[in-house]
């Protein structure tokens, strides 16, 4: 049970599906409105596999990995951007996305990369980590995405933590350490 729960925490597996249908001119709002109920449930995310035990979580994040649901993603990206959630609520919103392959979370974040400017909610996104996602880690060889890496890590706008870490990410250090992590789950 134990060694179950340490591979759930570590890969962020999620099993079972949501059948979630909404009128598109009410996704964005319903979204905010799961999302604004997942934070009431886990009422903050000091420990990180804290979303793992929510329900909603879980069955908006595989929703929103099904093909069919790419615009819904959108929108939780638009919310990430946007004035309109709190910063557990973004950050929340970027651990729903990590549900999603690596290509189509690099697709799907890339608009965060330069809109967002609070260095802790980038880097999240960079590397939501584990239990929940690769992020950007193994994108260091891939373009368009080692471009726009390249670039974060020469703005000067972004604190130098940050940037540093970008580095990280760039030199392939970063998706080690998360391979190394998966497998001493296993």
């Known amino acids: 049970m134990k060694h179950l729960l340490k591979t759930i925490l570590c890969f962020g597996l999620v099993l079972g599906s949501s059948h979630l249908k909404a009128d598109s001119t009410n ?44 615009d819904e993603a959108a929108q939780v990206v638009d919310l990430v951007k946007g004035k309109q959630l709190t910063m557990t609520q973004r950050k929340i919103g970027i651990y729903l996305l990590s549900g999603l392959s690596d290509k189509e979370y690099w697709k799907a974040a890339y608009p965060l990369l330069f809109s967002v400017t609070d260095r802790i909610l980038l880097t999240t996104i960079l590397y939501p980590g584990p239990p929940y996602h690769a992020g950007y880690a193994n994108a260091y060889n891939v373009e368009p995405y080692k471009t726009a890496l390249e670039a974060l890590s020469n703005n000067k706008a972004i604190p130098v933590p940050t940037r540093r870490f970008i580095g990280s990410i760039l030199s392939g250090e970063v998706a080690k350490n998360y391979k190394e992590c998966k497998l001493d789950q296993n």
Do not use: P
């Open 27 to 70: 996704d964005q709002s319903m979204l905010r409105d799961r999302i604004v109920k997942i934070e009431k449930k886990v009422v903050d995310l000091t420990w990180v596999g804290e979303l793992f035990l929510c329900e909603d979580f879980l069955s908006l994040r595989q929703h929103l990995k099904d093909k069919n649901n790419r």
